[in-house]
Structures are given as C-alpha cells and as structure tokens.
C-alpha cells in the first residue's frame, strides 16, 4: 500500500462528517454524497488524499452541453424537422441554428446579386 493510500486509509478510518471537512471539500462531499449516498466523505478523503495539496480546478461543462445540443440539432434536421422548429426547441435564433448545422438557409424569397 503507498503512503498515499494509507494516508486514505487513515482518513476514512476516522469517519469524520461532511461538515467537520476543511476548506472546500464539504461542497465536493455533498455533491458526491447526492449521487453515491453513504460515500460522500469516503471518497472526497480518497480524492483529496491522491491529490494533497494541490489546486483542482473544476472547469464547466458548458462546451460538452453544447456538443450534446449540437448534435441534437443536426439529427433532428436529419430527420425532417425544420429550422425554426428547432430554434423554438432549443431556445435558439434560427441564425444560430443554421450556424450549427453548417448550412446556409434557402430563401426563394431574397434576389440573388451574384
């Protein structure tokens, strides 16, 4: 067993509450214990172990939320659905949905100048 698994070990073996962890690890504590109830403390002392002493830096999600919407648009284009309805879906301007897809829209409407 390493020094570092020990010192886990160790930690967990003192079965403090999310409240009595130092600094930020309550909030990760609490994130953890919503989504694994019973090892919220367990395993933020196992992280905060591995990583002792060192600043993590927990960066958003907001470009894998909009490759997922993304993605989303392209296959409802794919399957028949229309811009504007993707737009109102999505809560989007139809300029940005076009953006997405890559495309540019087909106005019959607009003169061609060239």
């Known amino acids: 067993m390493t020094k570092k698994e020990e010192l886990a070990q160790l930690l967990a073996n003192l079965n403090p509450t999310i409240d009595e962890l130092p600094g930020d690890l309550p909030a990760v504590a609490r994130i953890i214990e919503r989504m694994v109830p019973g090892k919220g403390v367990q395993i933020t ?7 002792r002493g060192t600043y993590i830096l ?8 909009r490759g997922v919407r993304d993605r989303w648009i392209v296959e409802q284009y794919e399957n028949g659905v229309t811009a504007p309805e993707i ?17 540019e829209p087909v106005d019959d409407r607009q003169m061609k100048l060239f």
């Open 58 to 65: 927990f960066h958003n999600t907001d470009a894998l939320e």
């Open 45 to 51: 002392l196992a992280i905060a172990a591995e990583n």
């Open 87 to 103: 737009a109102r879906a999505a809560e989007l301007g139809v300029r940005r949905v076009w953006d997405i897809l890559g495309t």
